[in-house]
């Protein structure tokens, strides 16, 4: 079974600065996805950023960039020039490539980040 | 136009009783699912559902059963209501294959 696992339960950045929020995952399989999704306060749960595990290319969104290191099992974000609405729980995801349809996510246990003024 | 809706968006009921919660996507998605969010806010699949079809049912109490009455709509029925079922309960929709995953706004639910 897939396991994902974030380490920082809590961080804390200044407005503009750059902060990076760390991911490993466990896995046995070759063809895989990863996900990072952000829920604020509000409770909605938004997309950031995926990565497929086959691109070496290290996927980007605006503000937000990923370090993939596959032979480490690592996925970890970078957000750049933080915004105090980046403030929200950021989970990492697994999801593996099957070919019965549907495609679970396996999420981490989430890291809090807190963007102060 | 909301993609993923929900309701109710909360719901505060008695031990033992029976309640629904039903979802909605307006996307065109082929697959639906539900996922639970515990009080350390960490989120578990339960159940997906491809065109009608159950795919994925996780150990989930039997209590729990999800209908599915077109590829539109996913509702999750809870019987027997105990108060570790408290928690947040969301709706999602993709399409098929590996792709992003569009949330609800969660329901949440609250067992006294």
């Known amino acids: 079974a897939q396991t994902v696992t974030q380490s920082q339960p809590e961080m804390s950045v200044q407005e503009a600065e750059t902060v990076t929020l760390s991911c490993t995952y466990d896995t046995s399989e070759n063809n895989y996805y990863l996900f990072w999704y952000k829920q604020p306060p509000s409770r909605q749960m938004i997309l950031v950023i995926r990565q497929e595990a086959y691109k070496q290319q290290n996927a980007t969104e605006n503000r937000f960039s990923v370090n993939f290191q596959k032979a480490a099992k690592s996925f970890s974000l970078k957000i750049s020039d933080s915004q105090l609405g980046d403030t929200a729980m950021y989970f990492c995801?697994?999801?593996?490539?099957?070919?019965?349809?549907?495609?679970?996510?396996?999420f981490g246990k989430g890291t809090k980040l807190t963007v102060n003024p | 136009d909301t993609a993923v809706s929900q309701t109710p968006k909360y719901l505060v009921t008695q031990m033992g009783n029976d309640k629904s919660i039903k979802c909605e996507q307006n996307l065109g998605h082929d697959t639906m699912y539900w996922y639970k969010q515990d009080s350390k806010k960490f989120l578990k699949i339960m159940f997906s559902?491809?065109?009608?079809?159950?795919?994925i049912n996780e150990t989930v109490p039997n209590r729990f059963s999800p209908k599915s009455p077109d590829k539109a709509h996913l509702n999750l029925h809870i019987n027997s209501l105990e108060l570790g079922d408290s928690a947040v309960y969301f709706c999602?929709?993709?399409?098929?294959?590996?792709?992003?995953?569009?949330f609800g706004p969660g329901t949440r639910l609250t067992v006294t």
């Open positions: 999602a929709s993709s399409q098929y294959g590996p792709y992003e995953q569009y």
């Open positions: 995801a697994f999801m593996k490539l099957t070919q019965g349809g549907s495609e679970k996510l396996v």
């Open positions: 559902y491809n065109n009608k079809e159950l795919i």
